[in-house]
Every structure is written in C-alpha cells, then in structure tokens.
C-alpha cells in the first residue's frame, strides 16, 4: 500500500484494523488483554511520512512477535507445571514448592495456573489424585488406606471426603460399582 501511494486515512486505517484483529485474536487464544493496544494506534496516528510509517510497523510487529513468544514459553512451562504434578502426585505437592522449583513468584503462580487451567492448584492436584485412584480402585485388590496413600493423602478419611465430593460416590462404592461393571463385561 506504501508503493501504491494509498491515501494516508486509508494506509493508517488498514493497519489498524490489522493490529486490532491480530490482538483479537490473541486476546481469545490468551484470555489477556493487550494492555498496549492503544498505544500501537497511537504510534500509528503519529507517523507523518512513509518512513516513519514503515518503522514504526516493523517495530510493533517485532514486539507482538517477542509477546508471542513470551506467552509460549509461559504456556510450555504450564505443560512442564502439569507434567510434573502428574509424576509427582503421590508425593506431598505444594503450590509453594512447585513455584520455588519452577522460579515462580508463588501469587503470580497462583494465578496464572488457575487463569490458564480453570482450577486453583488443589482442585488440579485432587483432580488428578482422584482420577489415579479410580484406577487403582478399578484394578488392583489394595486397601482404601493403601489407595489413599498411593495418590497423595495421609488421612484416609479426607481421602474418601475428597473422592466422594468429585466422584459423588464413596471409595468403597466406586470399587463396588467398578467389579460389578467388569463382571457384567465378561
């Protein structure tokens, strides 16, 4: 459009609507607002010549390109985040530890985990330890307490707690409703 000579309304306009559909865009994939928006459009009201206009679009399309960046590697250390809760979730697992073993601010952490999964941290963890004892529950011969153990919780009776507010069943249920399923199957 610069070569074409287009009307400068037109040529600032366009570029714009690009900016402003590129960071929609983003905005639905992210789930954050471009704080700077205003900012790009502003830059763009203020050039004067097609110099200035061609510098400053390479400027701002470097700078989304670094954001984007940013936010995969915010999302591939997520993945590491979850990964690692996945491995470790019969261990004691803290938002605290996991946040200092991954460089995170603890509050930023928090946030951020619940912002991108839907779920605090604990309702992630409980998540996951749950669906590991259905598992357990459904294919091995071991005790409630062994179970609760094996995924993660000391107290065997918390444990049913959790696992009948998730599954609305408790442990013995699960198991019971677990043989009778396998045996209508054979």
């Known amino acids: 459009m610069c070569n074409c000579t287009a009307e400068e309304y037109l040529l600032k306009n366009t570029a714009k609507n690009l900016i402003y559909n590129f960071l929609l865009e983003k905005e639905k994939a992210d789930g954050e607002v471009c704080a700077n928006k205003?900012?790009?459009?502003?830059?763009?009201?203020?050039?004067?010549?097609?110099?200035?206009?061609?510098?400053?679009?390479?400027?701002m399309i470097e700078e989304l390109g670094r954001e984007c960046e940013r936010k995969s590697y915010a999302d591939d250390r997520l993945n590491e985040i979850k990964q690692y809760i996945e491995k470790n979730?019969?261990?004691?697992?803290?938002l605290k530890q996991v946040a200092k073993k991954f460089n995170y601010n603890y509050n930023y952490l928090s946030t951020y985990f619940n912002k991108k999964t839907g779920k605090s941290?604990?309702?992630?963890?409980?998540?996951?330890?749950?669906?590991?004892?259905?598992?357990?529950?459904?294919?091995?011969?071991?005790?409630?307490?062994?179970?609760?153990?094996?995924?993660?919780?000391?107290?065997?009776?918390?444990?049913?707690?959790?696992?009948?507010?998730?599954?609305?069943?408790?442990?013995a249920q699960w198991k019971r409703q677990s043989a009778k399923t396998d045996r209508k199957t054979e």
């Open 38 to 59: 205003s900012d790009f459009f502003r830059k763009i009201d203020h050039c004067r010549y097609v110099q200035d206009f061609k510098e400053q679009m390479k400027t």
């Open 89 to 94: 979730y019969a261990q004691e697992i803290e």
């Open 121 to 171: 941290f604990s309702e992630y963890l409980n998540r996951i330890r749950i669906e590991k004892a259905c598992e357990l529950l459904k294919s091995t011969s071991c005790t409630i307490a062994q179970i609760s153990e094996r995924t993660g919780y000391s107290d065997p009776s918390y444990f049913s707690r959790i696992f009948k507010s998730r599954t609305g069943k408790t442990p």
